[in-house]
């Protein structure tokens, strides 16, 4: 539809961003900082339109005007540095727009519309790339297989449709999931480095060294493709569970964040056999725990513990599900082999066993234990790093018949503790 398509459907078109940077400082003298400059400038309604968006060298700069003769306007600035989440996404085959949508704090999302003719939304993208500030991997990295598991073995039909209906994931190969998005997808950047991909139908996940990297293809004929990226700085939470013992053919991940709306929470399944689990989980702790700390000094080990707990108190706290002190040397040593859930630098500093799960602390995170299903085979292992916490507390016993002690943790997550709203 060209020029009368994006004028009917508010479609943005790029225009001069010394032009557009010359007359806001003419009309608004004091909207932009001495220092900055834009960098990219677009116009709605194909150039037509009075509405405008920037990119500065400090901000996403929108100009929305308002009211009969334009005289009122409004100007958001969302800088670089709070955006949490951002994406692209292609035209389809019958339209006539791309997007670009960014997620920020305190805004659920801000969504733009652009010409699809006369816009490369890859620019746009590898500019957003360039004033995200990007997490820097902390302490110890822990070495990360990139094969594939299990690369030989063929899947049956059945096999393959019950992994399709059950939208599983298998691991792929991660340099050509690289060179895939650097060349005829331009999205990571030049020095990134991809370290797992997977592949679920017609979708790809990659995780590198700078984010997490969501491919959505969509439409009957696959042109409409979102590309989203979560910064490793916007987990504030994540699990790994394992498959069931019996007709259950996934492993599980579930990803925390702190934007709001839609992408709160992040799940994906895993083709049991066909994806390294742990692997995902070291990618995980490398990326989104904090720095090497020493276990605090005075603290008791219970090394050698056996808890002997009995009679009617041991029944009633076996029953409530409150948790006692177990042997933290013995399962820092579980949980550094099997499973390898344990970064090589983190030590558990203190561990406690009600019924079946465990707490732990250790000195990167709080780290639950969750045995699921009758036997407990199926278990999820859920992380919140200490520096993503933003409170706590403690409550003592009361005088009669409470025979529990509360610890509570406040992070930013919608879900821990209750549920969103």
């Not at 961003?17 to 960098?39: C, F, G, N, Q, V």
């Not at 800088?79 to 989440?85: C, E, G, Q, V």
């Not at 036997?375 to 529990?404: C, H, M, N, Q």
Request: aromatic fraction near 10%; charge should be negative.
């Amino acid at each position: 539809m060209g020029i009368v398509g994006d004028f009917i459907f508010d479609n943005s078109v790029g225009v001069d961003a010394k032009e557009a940077e010359a007359t806001m400082r003419k009309e608004s003298p004091h909207l932009l900082h001495d220092s900055e400059t834009i960098e990219l400038a677009f116009k709605d309604r194909g150039g037509k339109g009075r509405d405008e968006k920037h990119f500065t060298s400090h901000r996403l700069l929108i100009k929305n005007g308002k009211g009969v003769g334009n005289k009122r306007k409004n100007y958001t600035s969302i800088p670089y540095d709070s955006i949490l989440a951002f994406s692209i996404q292609s035209a389809g085959a019958l339209d006539d727009d791309s997007e670009v949508v960014v997620w920020t704090t305190g805004i659920t999302k801000v969504e733009m519309d652009f010409s699809k003719s006369k816009v490369n939304i890859y620019e746009i993208y590898q500019f957003l790339n360039s004033k995200i500030s990007w997490s820097k991997s902390k302490g110890i990295q822990d070495y990360v297989d990139p094969v594939p598991p299990n690369m030989d073995k063929r899947q049956t039909r059945i096999g393959s449709a019950i992994d399709w209906l059950g939208d599983n994931a298998h691991q792929v190969s991660a340099e050509e999931a690289e060179e895939k998005f650097k060349t005829e997808f331009p999205i990571l950047l030049e020095d990134e480095k991809v370290e797992l991909a997977f592949k679920s139908g017609r979708d790809t996940k990659i995780f590198s060294n700078r984010r997490i990297l969501l491919v959505d293809v969509k439409g009957l004929r696959g042109k409409k493709i979102e590309f989203l990226t979560i910064p490793y700085s916007s987990i504030h939470g994540y699990y790994v569970q394992t498959a069931g013992p019996v007709m259950d053919r996934d492993t599980e991940m579930r990803l925390y964040t702190n934007t709001l709306g839609e992408l709160y929470q992040i799940d994906q399944d895993f083709r049991n056999g066909k994806a390294n689990l742990w692997a995902i989980q070291k990618v995980l702790c490398n990326h989104v725990l904090g720095d090497d700390k020493d276990p605090l000094p005075g603290v008791d080990s219970y090394e050698g513990h056996q808890d002997s707990a009995g009679g009617l108190f041991g029944l009633i706290t076996g029953l409530r599900f409150n948790e006692r002190p177990i042997d933290e040397v013995a399962l820092d040593k579980a949980l550094h082999s099997d499973p390898p859930i344990l970064q090589g630098s983190e030590k558990v500093e203190m561990a406690f066993q009600g019924h079946r799960d465990i707490t732990v602390f250790t000195t990167k995170r709080l780290l639950t234990i969750d045995k699921k299903g009758l036997f407990g085979k199926r278990i999820a292992y859920f992380s919140i790093p200490w520096e993503k916490l933003v409170a706590f507390g403690i409550r003592s016993a009361g005088a009669l018949i409470d025979f529990d002690t509360e610890v509570q943790v406040y992070t930013e997550m919608g879900f821990y503790p209750g549920e969103p709203g």
